[in-house]
């Protein structure tokens, strides 16, 4: 089976490879091509790979190329009973395969015929879309935490990056989610102090460290978190979200300024007028183009 493998390998430099390098004398734009094509090759196996690694089918694949050495070692060694048993178990080795991991082929061939594709190639849906998902997320996680009175504290990164504020706290880096959210401020938990902050539509850490606004910016009765939420957006046009633990009141605190005790209509519209209206005017503009039927 190895011979047949090494035959195989020949045919394909032959056919593909070869053919390639011979077209390049020509027609040159097959250089393009031959680019074009390999990445796409390095791109999809590192796909691939990246959701194998997270599956069941990661110690299989070490397991197939541990019989493909092990079976070309044994071939160059003339072991021909090790040789032949390793080529028979490779021979109907697919047709295990196949059995075994029926649902994961099944679920990827009906991802093809859906937008579940998009994803698998990196193309997630509309930035926009996406974004005001997060925000609804946000709001209810937020009311979830004004109910009970626990303290919480979300910054939203919007165009200027944080990334030193974010390698203060504990990496995350999940989808935004209100029960994570909820989770992460649950007092007594190690996540609980300090700062969550989302950027690139992601949970990217908790536990953060933010700047503290000065005694004049803000007044003596609030507490530290709203000093932080205030600091944050001093530095930079990050958007704070507080939710006092005494009150169980929500204030959001944006350039510099503190906008306190708002409500769930309230906080919907200063989270999508500043994160999104102002930041995506051009397809906010093509959206109400499309609704008013103009073109």
Same mark, same amino acid.
């Given at each position: ?45 590192? +796909?691939? /790979?990246? *959701?194998? @690694? $997270?599956?069941? &089918? ?9 019989? =493909? ?49 998009? +994803?698998? /190639?990196? *193309?997630? @849906? $509309?930035?926009? &879309? ?9 709001? =209810? ?155």
């Amino acid at each position: 089976m190895i011979n047949n493998y090494l035959f195989d390998i020949k045919n394909f430099y032959e056919q593909t490879i070869q053919a390639y390098i011979e077209g390049l004398y020509k027609n040159p734009f097959q250089c393009v091509m031959l680019i074009l094509d390999i990445a796409i090759v390095i791109f999809l196996a590192v +796909k691939i /790979l990246k *959701i194998v @690694k $997270d599956s069941r &089918a990661w110690q299989l694949l070490k397991g197939i190329v541990f019989l =493909i050495i092990a079976a070309g070692v044994s071939s160059l060694l003339g072991l021909r009973i090790l040789s032949y048993i390793l080529n028979s178990v490779m021979t109907y080795g697919a047709l295990v395969i196949i059995v075994i991991f029926q649902p994961e082929l099944r679920r990827a061939l009906e991802q093809l015929g859906t937008n579940k594709l998009t +994803k698998f /190639l990196g *193309i997630d @849906k $509309d930035i926009v &879309a996406k974004t005001k998902e997060d925000i609804y997320k946000i709001v =209810i996680a937020s009311l979830e935490l004004a109910k009970t009175k626990t303290g919480a504290l979300i910054v939203i990164e919007r165009d200027i990056q944080i990334k030193d504020i974010i390698a203060t706290g504990v990496a995350i880096n999940s989808e935004v989610s209100p029960q994570l959210l909820v989770n992460v401020f649950v007092p007594n938990t190690p996540l609980h102090d300090g700062a969550v902050v989302i950027s690139n539509n992601k949970i990217a850490a908790a536990a953060c460290m933010l700047p503290l606004a000065g005694d004049s910016d803000i007044a003596k009765e609030l507490g530290t978190r709203h000093r932080a939420a205030i600091g944050i957006s001093k530095e930079s046009d990050a958007i704070a979200i507080v939710v006092s633990e005494e009150t169980g009141k929500i204030s959001v605190a944006k350039d510099g300024i503190l906008i306190a005790d708002v409500n769930e209509e309230a906080l919907k519209k200063i989270l999508i007028n500043n994160i999104i209206t102002k930041r995506f005017p051009e397809k906010n503009n093509v959206k109400k183009k499309t609704k008013d039927g103009t073109q």
